[in-house]
């Protein structure tokens, strides 16, 4: 497996019932820091985590957040949030994981980069830990299928495809259309859902063997070359995985 880097992750509260919730999750992430109203600082005197107390307004924070930290969690409400971040969003791809928790601690919601971003595996993680409800809303993470765009990223795989077949192949995938995956290279650790495979996801180890025909799209794992005809005939249906070679 490819080691990632360990996210750069911060808990930010400003309540008195915030607090506690965020000191709550600090003992059982270390390596998280915390970003609090100086007012509650007391609150984590006890804590190994480290502790950015800030004496004026919350808002002069986000910014520095946005650029130190991958995946942030608020004990804050959720406009208020949507409203500090609002001025600092630049893409899914460059902005960070956000993730809100209620004040009593019962709904974690990722906010912003849910996906690409994982603040959805972040979100249920948390929820695990608070005994809380995660609020997911992407759709293959609501369905508990595929997720096209980030396939394997966990693995090192990479993603080979024009934008508008990611587009239309998570389509299918979501809506329950049959898809072919061929598997010709890398890991078979690949699926890390703890349910099943859904139905609509028909498993080949060679090419050849796919009945194009019989499918929407395909997810094709391997280390060969994709032609420009082979683009072609299957416009818009086919996505390429990338496996690291083996040494």
């Given at each position: 497996?490819?080691?990632?880097?360990?996210?750069?992750?911060?808990?930010?509260?400003?309540?008195?019932?915030?607090?506690?919730?965020?000191?709550?999750?600090?003992?059982?992430?270390?390596?998280?820091?915390?970003?609090?109203?100086?007012?509650?600082?007391?609150?984590?005197?006890?804590?190994?985590?480290?502790?950015?107390?800030?004496?004026?307004?919350?808002?002069?924070?986000?910014?520095?957040?946005?650029?130190g930290y991958d995946q942030i969690i608020f004990f804050v409400s959720l406009g208020a949030v949507v409203r500090l971040i609002a001025p600092h969003?630049?893409?899914?791809?460059?902005?960070?994981?956000i993730i809100v928790v209620d004040d009593a601690g019962q709904f974690v919601i990722p906010v912003l980069s849910g996906h690409v971003g994982g603040a959805n595996e972040w979100s249920e993680r948390v929820a695990d830990l608070l005994g809380a409800a995660p609020v997911l809303t992407t759709a293959s993470d609501v369905g508990r299928t595929i997720p096209v765009d980030i396939l394997g990223r966990h693995l090192g795989w990479k993603v080979e495809a024009p934008k508008i077949n990611i587009t239309r192949v998570s389509a299918h995938v979501v809506n329950g259309e049959p898809i072919a995956f061929v598997q010709e290279a890398g890991s078979p650790d690949w699926w890390t859902r703890p349910t099943p495979l859904p139905e609509n996801i028909h498993r080949f180890t060679r090419f050849d063997d796919v009945p194009l025909d019989r499918y929407a799209a395909l997810l094709w794992v391997t280390h060969a070359d994709v032609t420009d005809e082979r683009w072609t005939a299957l416009t818009e249906r086919l996505v390429v995985y990338r496996p690291p070679q083996e040494a």
């Open positions: 497996m490819t080691n990632q880097p360990a996210p750069r992750v911060c808990l930010v509260a400003i309540t008195k019932h915030g607090a506690a919730q965020a000191a709550r999750l600090a003992a059982d992430l270390p390596e998280a820091d915390i970003c609090t109203s100086a007012k509650f600082a007391a609150v984590f005197a006890e804590a190994s985590n480290t502790v950015r107390a800030y004496d004026g307004a919350l808002r002069d924070e986000i910014g520095p957040l946005f650029s969003l630049r893409s899914k791809d460059e902005d960070p994981g």
